[in-house]
Nanobody
Framework: VQLQASGGGLVQAGDFLRLSCAAS????????MGWFRQAPGKEREFVAT?????????YYADSVKGRFTISRDNAKNTVYLQMNSLKPEDTAVYYC??????????????????WGQGTQVTVSS
């Protein structure tokens, strides 16, 4: 599967953005999906994950809980990350990821076989 992330940009603190990750192929619903981010000089960190098929299992990093929402539209082969109340510390390159084995959601980068190219999110104070 190939992943294409989009929707990043430069916003002010308190603003919102919605990231999209479009996947190729006809078996998108068979993949668990995740969003990760990486700030300069830091390791890639988990943001949110959604399980395969109906997306009934969802997990968030504590740092984004209550502000970010992950969702999926299997008919459009797309997973979304709605980001509200953005903070300067949310500044990073955001990556989407997919894997057939992540059926219940996955919080570790090593669990994912497929990655998008990343989209930059910059939040100014």
């Amino acid at each position: 599967v190939q992943l294409q992330a989009s929707g990043g940009g430069l916003v002010q603190a308190g603003d919102f953005l919605r990231l999209s990750c479009a996947a190729s192929g006809r078996t998108f619903s068979s993949y668990g999906m995740g969003w990760f981010r990486q700030a300069p000089g830091k390791e890639r960190e988990f943001v949110a994950t959604i399980s395969w098929r109906d997306g009934s299992n969802i997990y968030y990093a504590d740092s984004v809980k209550g502000r970010f929402t992950i969702s999926r539209d299997n008919a459009k082969n797309t997973v979304y990350l709605q980001m509200n109340s953005l903070k300067p510390e949310d500044t990073a390159v955001y990556y989407c990821a997919a894997d057939r084995m992540v059926v219940a959601g996955g919080t570790l980068p090593a669990q994912y076989s497929y990655w998008g190219q990343g989209t930059q999110v910059t939040v100014s104070s």
